[in-house]
């Protein structure tokens, strides 16, 4: 799926994430926030001025979630992501109260949403996780002109085919039909049981 898409099910599908910045102590810090809107390139939340979570987003430019979906561990979806953000106002507000109407619930007045602001994810890379597949999925995204980042175990030229590898594979997503043998990054874990049972440390953690 395009960037776009997995933004859109974020939004629509997920809404309700765990968010991660960094305080003033280099420490992290997490809460709950909805994703009020979504287009092919960002996300847009909104948040109260007055909360120790706009300060941390003011002063780091950053932030961190995630989202899972399902009945169970074994039927759930989870798109985590990370990004830039940027402050844009109050001028959105309306348009996200109509698309979220849950809100007026929450700040009933125009007076008491004086105290909000949106806040736009604009460039970041994220990964879509989906445990109800067999073997699992698992694919890297990218959006607002960030440069997607290769993460997982790769294997080198240095393999001599001993196939040690596929046989500590939970989900045996390692082809061992060619040499060196190739991991299937859309199927793998990261577990690393690859990576530690490498005779000839051919296989490599980006």
């Keep these: 799926m395009p960037a776009d898409r997995y933004l859109k099910y974020l939004q629509e599908e997920i809404h309700t994430v765990i968010a991660a910045t960094i305080d003033d102590s280099g420490l992290p810090v997490t809460c709950a926030i909805d994703m009020m809107e ?19 987003l003011k002063k780091k430019g950053y932030v961190a979630l995630t989202g899972i979906k399902g009945r169970n561990t074994m039927s759930c979806v989870a798109i985590s992501l990370r ?8 001028t959105l507000l309306p348009r996200l109260f109509e698309k979220n109407p849950y809100m007026w619930k929450i ?25 109800s597949q067999q073997p699992i999925e698992r694919t890297s995204f990218s959006f607002g002109g960030a440069q997607a980042k290769e993460t997982g175990y790769f294997v080198t030229d240095k393999c ?20 060196p043998v190739v991991i299937r990054q859309e199927h793998c874990l990261h577990c690393g049981n690859c990576y530690e049972i490498c005779p000839e440390r051919a296989i490599e953690r980006r």
């Design 38 to 56: 979504a287009d092919e390139n960002s996300l847009y939340f909104l948040t109260a001025k007055g909360k120790g979570f706009y300060d941390r």
């Design 83 to 90: 990004g830039m953000v940027k402050e844009l106002g109050n």
């Design 107 to 131: 700040y009933p007045t125009q007076e008491s949403q004086k105290a909000l602001t949106v806040f736009q994810i604009y460039e970041g890379d994220g990964e879509w996780f989906d445990l």
């Design 160 to 179: 001599i085919g001993c196939k040690l590898c596929y046989s500590e594979c939970p989900q045996k997503c390692i082809d061992i039909s060619t040499k």
